[in-house]
């Protein structure tokens, strides 16, 4: 039975072909589509049947097109040579085209006139199509400028990006001694670099000022590619322990700080207590990895970074040699991390190497919401064009006679095609210029919104491509509006038109069947997006509400960072913290202070911790954090077990720790975790600690990433940090403290910066900024995607009641309830809804995949919301329908039979 | 212009799907589905047209004379569309051996350079 349709289907498919190819070669195709479907039905495999389907089917489209377009320049060419009157100098060929053109040109000239004439419908289809254009455009630009466009470098195919990983899947950085076995040992790789994010406080003019920094590999500019068009990249001695301190500063920086005044090269600026002398300044396009990089200094290893293969934290950047493929290089790196893990099985066993092409790296965050929202707006169009569809549908209805006589007067067929294609032309270019403004502001406005969070955000831009794809849009929405319309109008017989009078026209069951289609469509359009925004709506809901282990309300953070040339020892480090502390908590409304190395939600540095007694058990990927006594009580992280740290955990008592929830439960399961003692390879050689308290878990990497096994040491007792976060609880509006305790810093220290000053609920709202976006935009795609329907809906029905007015009269004439004609179009228009809803939640079950990925806590077919948008869309549908069908109702028979 | 008067040279090179389709039809006339079955076959899997671009391809070289429709009687074989049988004209003959020496010209070139192994 199935067999014997699809043969039928095929049969009608090829009526794509020209009629000569029909006529010479459909029962040849015919015949030999049967046996390899009936090939396929032999194996028994539904998707061989399928994949047989949809591949013949696709060909035959193919194919079909190719023949069509040869018949027509033969044609074509054909006419050029039998035309009569030509004069032996003109060239057949190019005076058909020379007529072709000519004749198009009057065809826009007319189109433009017609549409001028009928200003209302113009400008409801041009600002539709402009919509529709215009946010395909804005966000295609930023596909564009983000994932399609090559990274701006030499050769950019060629780079790559790794970070090694240990068994459980967990990334790391690579450690210094294994960064360089791995550059020395590599062959496929025409260089290696490293690099590492800092920062650093300049002094010396003014106020100090923290700038953000990278320490870099001698040879990573000459890597990129990149060459400094004032000064020179590093040199080779430059990053070793004990060369001359040298920087090269950003473009941006050198702009603002030094008014772009070359003289600086040369001369020495003071970053972190450090006089370093300025030797290049990078070209004004240059950009690396996300945000913008003040000052590159050389990343020199120390001895103490050169003595233990365990610490891991530089970030690695390669460059393959030329014809060597990806995985190839990939398998080297393996190869080297097995031999690594050979040689020092201590640190290395088990350990490998993650490479990924830096383009990747760069964008794989944004990617799958870059592709959901281009997809989204792919709908919005669809929707804008069935609405102008609906819009031409109904213009032509009342230009049936103006066609009719066009055709009687000599007009062929495929001429008043031409016509009605070039007038749906026009609409879209029109659509498509005035898109191509909106996309212009569209963009500015999300780079505004999300130029921070967005990879490569300086990259993006109406640019050709952007321009390219307009076009293209612009070209396909007005082919789109335009065939059914014309191709409709083909159909029927057009001389008809003039015996029956331009209204009665070109009515029909097809134009019937052509608006339902368009109702169906927009419905099901929209219930598809608007499911989207819905997931996302719930999904940040979740994400927004989720339970982070702390009280982030009133909570103000900044971060010091002490240079070491000042502060040398651990001592001095750890009273500065500890006074500036003290210091902070005397400030009127302050409730409480501390320090850490790491504020919740920022991520962490990672550790592997063993417990005496169990020398075979290793506990890695456990998050640490160093903190000074307060801590817990300022972020109201509440004690489970034992006690909090406290001002006698000094350097010489016992070293203590806390731990969180998760560590107690994982590396002590039921038994008690406070009085257990764990060892850690401390920064001073392996320390045995004692657990003193347990603390409830808090989101430490982010909101939608389960906590990791934590522990807390107390930064008095453990190697005492350069850099720390503030937390301060204050008792009224945290951001009315901020000059307060920055004036506490300076009594301290004149020369210190605080900086990344923010409220933990800012902090907060940062860390879902791309999720808040994707929410925001997909909301708005789907608002405009359904009130583009409603509008559609209303449009439909509207006409189908203005149709039926004498209908309509005639029931109420005879003894129809007012009532019964409302329910009469509401029913007849949310049938058409239904069906719509019906194919709108498949469609959003099986698009639901892609979302899945952004989506937290909330399954992509979750049925609470799928019901709910069914509903709102549903009500909106009605609401579309209610308004003509109110019309209806109140139709005067008198008036309507009068036309009869 | 009629094939047999044309310059055979003029069609080379032929594309990969020509040659086998070609190269299928030397045996005798053939029919769309065993051609199809026939190129995939001997390209190993690597050429596999859909039927649309293999009568695509059978209308270009009816088109160029290198093979006609041939004539067979309706065996009444079963109900349904009826086949299509092709065969190799002379001239196709002609520009399907041209083809051959022309590769086989480019390979004994290749062998000399030792850019292939040589015949054992």
Known sequence: MLHRSIIRFYHSWLRWYPFDFRVEYSAGMEHTFVERLQEACDRRSRAAVVTLVVREAWNVFATALVERVTAMIRVMRRRGRTSPGLTPGNHPAGKHWAELVASAVQDIRYAFRSLVRSLGFSTTAVLTLALGIGANTAIFSVVNGVLLRPLPYENPERLIQAWEIEPPGLGFGFSPPNFVSFRQEATLFEDMTAFLNTSFTLTGSGEPERVSGMLVSAGFFELLGVSLPDGRSFLQEEDMTGAEPVVILGHGFWQRRFGGNEAVLGTAITLSGVSRTVVGITPPTFRFGPGTIDVWAPLAFSHRDMSGRGRHFLDVLARLRPGIEFDAAAQELDAIAARLGNAYPETNAGWGVRAVPLLEMTVWRVRTPLLVLLGAVGFVLLIACANVVNLLLARAEGRGREMAVRAALGAGRSRLLRLLLSESIVLASLGGALGLGLAYAGVELLMTGIGSELPRATEVGLDIPALAFTMLVTLGAGILVGSVPAWQGARKNLL?????????????????????VLVVAEV???????????????????????????????????????????????????????????????????????????????????????????????????????????????MRIPLLAGRFLNDRDKPDSPHVVIVNETLARRVFSDERAVGRQINWGGPWGPETLEIVGVVADVKQHGLDIDAFPTMYLAHAQIYAAESMSLAIRIAGDPLDAVAAVREAVWRL????????????????????????????????????????????????????????????????????????????????????????????????????????SLLYEVSARDPWTLASVAVLVAAVAAVACYLPARHAARVDPAEALRYE | MTSSRRDPAALLPLTDLSFHILLALGDGASHGYAIGKDVERRSGGRLNPATGSLYQAFKRLREDG???????????????????????????????????????????????????????
């Open chain 2, 66 to 120: 290198l093979i006609v429709e041939a004539k067979r009687a309706h065996t009444g074989e079963r109900q349904g569309p009826r086949r299509q049988y092709f065969q190799l004209t002379p001239f196709g003959r002609r520009v399907f051996s041209l083809e051959a020496q022309r590769l086989q010209g480019l390979l004994s070139v290749a062998r000399e350079k030792k850019l292939v192994p040589k015949r054992s």
């Open chain 1, 749 to 852: 220290d004149p020369n210190l910066p605080l900086y990344r000053v923010a409220t933990m609920e800012q902090v907060i709202a940062d860390s879902v900024t791309s999720e808040r976006f994707s929410m925001l935009l997909l909301g708005i795609f789907a608002t405009v995607a359904l009130s583009l329907a409603v509008v559609g809906i209303y449009g439909v029905m509207s006409y189908t009641v203005c149709e039926r007015t004498q209908e309509m009269g005639v029931r109420i004439a005879l003894g129809a309830g007012r009532r019964e004609v409302l329910g009469l179009v509401i029913r007849q228009g949310m049938k058409l809804a239904f069906v719509g809803l019906i194919l709108g939640i498949a469609g959003a079950l099986g698009l639901g995949r892609v979302l899945s």
């Open chain 1, 524 to 634: 099901s359009l929209s219930l598809v997006l608007v499911m989207g925004a819905g997931l996302l709506l719930e999904s940040f809901w979740r994400l927004t509400h989720v339970d982070s282990g702390f009280d982030h309300r009133q909570v103000l953070t900044g971060q010091i960072s002490l240079p070491t040339s000042q502060y040398e020892t651990d001592a001095q480090r750890g009273i500065f913290f500890a006074d500036l502390v003290d210091e902070i908590e005397r400030l009127p409304g302050v409730a409480s202070a501390a320090a850490t190395t790491g504020l919740p939600l920022l991520g962490g540095r990672n550790t592997t911790i063993t417990v005496p007694g169990r020398p075979d058990e290793e506990y890695r990927g456990i998050d640490r954090r160093r903190i000074t006594p307060g801590y817990f009580n300022t």
């Open chain 1, 496 to 516: 008809s038109g003039l015996r029956e009078g331009g209204h009665q026209a070109l009515q029909g069951v097809g134009r019937r069947r052509i608006r339902s």
